[in-house]
């Protein structure tokens, strides 16, 4: 027995081979490597929670005996993306969460299936989706602001192993010893270069501290609402009038999942501000008052 999935009425994905098939098109399959067909699993798995890098990193690869660095991960998370778009879902499922996960949008539509026998690919008409796919299109892709790096991920490279027909013949190459004017002038060149390093991390650092919204913190899900709050709601009393706010709003949920709540101390009032993206990526926001009593 075999279960797939239904993604939003249009695209079949069977994780048993990491395939998605255009269910107006049948003869249109795109095929994911196994990790970003994993990945895309665990998602639907997960509807309507966020799934962080760390359980990503578990049980994708860490539970299959692999251990894998984040630039893995980002890379196949940009695989998947790059599947789901060729397959022809006109929206990208698949949010980021900053400094969080990842889940899928709002409003996605999964319906699972069981079939007794698997999908049969047939090389002629898949198009194949993999690291390699994604090397060309690396050179000119650019991050845009405030979106976590794994939308910009770097191209995997393997070392072929010792011995091996690829690993070319090397020679022993002659020792080479360093004067003392050679060492100094090395290790100033390392010094300028940890200056600028650091200057370069200190200005990374002020920028993200001056984004407005990267003091929100995260606090839940609920009813399709995604809801962040400023750091000056701290208390239980704070929180509870937050989220009785949200509810007040649960409608306007379907169009712009994303609360960002803010108390204002000096006045008496409320502010809800809803967008239908997160504040890393383009969006469009509206914002509602509460007047509260003294």
């Known amino acids: 027995m075999h279960n797939h999935y239904i993604i939003n009425g249009v695209v079949e994905f069977h994780p048993a081979t990491?395939?998605?098939?255009?269910?107006?098109d049948p003869d249109h399959v795109v095929v994911l490597n196994?990790?970003?067909g994993r990945c895309l699993l665990l998602l639907i798995e997960r509807t309507g929670t966020i799934v962080t890098q760390h359980e990503f990193l578990d049980i994708v690869w860490a539970q299959r005996g692999m251990l894998v660095s984040s630039n893995t991960f980002y890379q196949n998370i940009s695989i998947l993306r790059k599947g789901l778009k060729k397959i022809g879902l006109p929206d990208d499922p698949v949010v980021t969460i900053p400094r969080?996960?990842?889940?899928?949008a709002s409003g996605t539509h999964i319906k699972k299936l069981t079939t007794?026998?698997?999908v049969e690919v047939s090389h002629e008409n898949a198009h194949f989706i993999d690291e390699h796919s994604l090397t060309q299109e690396l050179k000119t892709l650019q991050p845009p602001e405030d979106v976590p790096e794994e939308d910009v991920p770097e191209p995997a490279t393997e070392t072929p192993a010792e011995g091996s027909p690829e690993s070319p013949a090397t020679e022993p190459k002659p020792v080479r010893r360093c004067t003392r004017r050679q060492w100094l002038t090395g290790s100033a060149s390392a010094l300028v270069v940890?200056?600028?390093l650091g200057a370069a991390v200190l200005a990374l650092r002020s920028n993200d501290e001056s984004h407005f919204f990267s003091?929100?913190?995260f606090l839940k899900t609920t009813q399709g609402c995604h809801i962040?709050?400023?750091?000056?709601?701290?208390?239980?009393e704070s929180r509870a009038n937050a989220l009785e706010r949200s509810k007040q709003i649960a409608d306007g949920c379907k169009s712009y999942p994303w609360l960002y709540v803010t108390h204002l101390p000096l006045l008496p009032r409320t502010s809800v501000i809803r967008c239908d993206k997160p504040m890393s990526e383009p969006n469009t926001c509206i914002s509602d008052y509460f007047f509260e009593d003294k």
Request: proline fraction near 6%.
């Open 18 to 24: 990491s395939t998605l098939r255009d269910l107006n």
């Open 116 to 118: 007794d026998q698997q």
């Open 228 to 236: 962040f709050l400023s750091d000056g709601i701290i208390s239980p």
């Open 100 to 104: 969080i996960g990842l889940t899928l």
């Open 34 to 36: 196994s990790p970003a």
């Open 194 to 196: 940890l200056m600028l």
């Open 215 to 217: 003091h929100y913190h």
